[in-house]
C-alpha cells in the first residue's frame, strides 16, 4: 500500500476512512437487498406484480453496491488496479445502476397511487414491460459517456478510486448530457413520486388511516441524490476543480447509502415483504403476524 503516493488532498487517515464507509455501505446494502431479492424468488406468494417492481430495485441496488465494493478495494490498495478500461466500466455499471433505481422508485410510487387511490390492480405484463423499458433506457443513457460516443465521459473521482461522469471539464458535452440526464432521471421521476404520494396522503387524511409515511420516499432520494446533482450544477457554471477534493468524495459516497434506505422503506418495513422475508428466514413457516404489527 505504501508504494503508491496518496492523492491530492487525501491522508492516509482518509483513504481508510472512506474506505470503510463504502465497505459498510457495500456490505450492509448487499445483505439487506440479497434477503430482500431472495425472499421474491423463494417466496411463492411474495411474487406478485407490485413486488416484481421491488425486486427490480433490489437487483439495481445490489449492482451499486458492487461499485461501492469495489470501490472500497481500491481504497485499501490506494490505487485504482483496473485500469482505465476498468474505469469506464465501473462507471457505466454503476450508471445503470442509477439510472435503473430512481426511475423504479417513480414506478413503485405509482403502483401505490393505483393501489390505495384508484383499486387498480398492477398487471404481470404491465409490470414486465416497465420493468425491461427502464433498464433498456438505463443501459442506452449509460453508454452514451463511453468512449465509442462519447457524450459526455467517465472519469475518476477525487480519490481515485472509482469512475463516475466526469464533472471537471464543464465543457459542452458534459453539460447537455448531464441536463437531459436531470431531467429524466431526476426532475420526472421526482414529479411523479410527489404527486403519486400527495394524492396517498389525502386519500390517508380522508381515510384517517395512515398506512405508511407518504414523506419518506421522497425524503431519501433528494438527500442521497440531490447534493449529487447539486454538485453536478455547480460544475456546470464553475471550475468545481476549486472546490476541496475531500468535499467533492464526500458528496458521492454518501449518495452509494441510497440501497440501504431502499432495502428499509421498500422491503424491510412493508408488511408484505417483511411477511415474506420472515416466512424464508425460518425455513417457510408462516410469519407469526403478531410479531408484523
Known amino acids: 500500500m505504501a508504494a503508491y503516493p496518496l492523492p491530492e488532498g487525501f491522508s492516509d487517515f482518509d483513504m481508510i476512512t472512506f474506505g470503510l464507509a463504502l465497505l459498510v455501505e457495500g456490505l450492509l446494502g448487499f445483505c439487506l437487498n440479497s434477503v430482500a431479492g431472495l425472499s421474491f424468488l423463494l417466496v411463492?406468494?411474495?411474487?406478485?406484480?407490485?413486488?416484481?417492481?421491488?425486486?427490480?430495485?433490489?437487483?439495481?441496488?445490489?449492482?451499486?453496491?458492487?461499485?461501492?465494493?469495489?470501490?472500497?478495494?481500491a481504497s485499501y490498495v490506494r490505487v485504482w488496479p483496473f485500469?482505465?478500461?476498468?474505469?469506464?466500466?465501473?462507471?457505466?455499471?454503476?450508471?445503470?445502476?442509477?439510472?435503473?433505481?430512481?426511475?423504479?422508485?417513480?414506478?413503485?410510487?405509482?403502483?401505490?397511487?393505483?393501489?390505495?387511490?384508484?383499486?387498480?390492480?398492477?398487471?404481470?405484463?404491465?409490470s414486465g414491460m416497465r420493468c425491461a423499458s427502464v433498464w433498456v433506457a438505463a443501459v442506452f443513457w449509460a453508454a452514451l459517456p463511453l468512449p465509442v460516443i462519447g457524450w459526455g465521459e467517465?472519469?475518476?473521482?477525487?480519490?481515485?478510486?472509482?469512475?463516475?461522469?466526469?464533472?471537471?471539464?464543464?465543457?459542452?458535452?458534459?453539460?447537455?448530457?448531464?441536463?437531459?440526464?436531470?431531467?429524466?432521471?431526476?426532475?420526472?421521476?421526482?414529479?411523479?413520486?410527489?404527486?403519486?404520494?400527495?394524492?396517498?396522503?389525502?386519500?390517508?387524511?380522508?381515510?384517517?388511516?395512515?398506512?405508511f409515511n407518504t414523506y419518506l420516499p421522497e425524503t431519501v432520494l433528494l438527500a442521497t441524490w440531490g447534493p449529487f446533482a447539486l454538485l453536478c450544477f455547480y460544475a456546470a457554471v464553475?471550475?468545481?476543480?476549486?472546490?476541496?477534493?475531500?468535499?467533492?468524495?464526500?458528496?458521492?459516497?454518501?449518495?452509494?447509502?441510497?440501497?440501504?434506505?431502499?432495502?428499509?422503506?421498500y422491503s424491510f418495513t412493508n408488511e408484505t415483504y417483511r411477511g415474506a422475508i420472515w416466512k424464508m428466514l425460518k425455513g417457510g413457516q408462516n410469519p407469526d403476524k403478531s410479531k408484523m404489527s
Open 238 to 265: 464553475e471550475n468545481v476543480t476549486l472546490v476541496s477534493p475531500w468535499f467533492r468524495m464526500v458528496i458521492p459516497v454518501w449518495a452509494k447509502s441510497g440501497p440501504i434506505f431502499h432495502a428499509v422503506i
Open 83 to 126: 485500469g482505465i478500461e476498468g474505469c469506464h466500466m465501473h462507471g457505466f455499471l454503476g450508471s445503470i445502476a442509477i439510472y435503473a433505481t430512481i426511475p423504479l422508485l417513480a414506478l413503485i410510487a405509482r403502483d401505490k397511487y393505483h393501489y390505495w387511490c384508484t383499486q387498480e390492480q398492477l398487471s404481470w405484463s404491465t
Open 44 to 73: 411463492k406468494d411474495q411474487r406478485t406484480p407490485s413486488n416484481f417492481l421491488v425486486f427490480n430495485l433490489n437487483i439495481a441496488d445490489l449492482m451499486l453496491n458492487i461499485n461501492a465494493l469495489i470501490a472500497a478495494y
Open 154 to 211: 467517465f472519469n475518476f473521482e477525487p480519490m481515485g478510486n472509482c469512475c463516475c461522469l466526469d464533472y471537471t471539464k464543464g465543457d459542452w458535452g458534459y453539460i447537455s448530457y448531464m441536463l437531459a440526464v436531470t431531467v429524466i432521471y431526476l426532475l420526472t421521476p421526482m414529479m411523479i413520486m410527489h404527486n403519486s404520494y400527495a394524492a396517498i396522503n389525502t386519500y390517508f387524511k380522508k381515510t384517517h388511516s395512515f398506512k
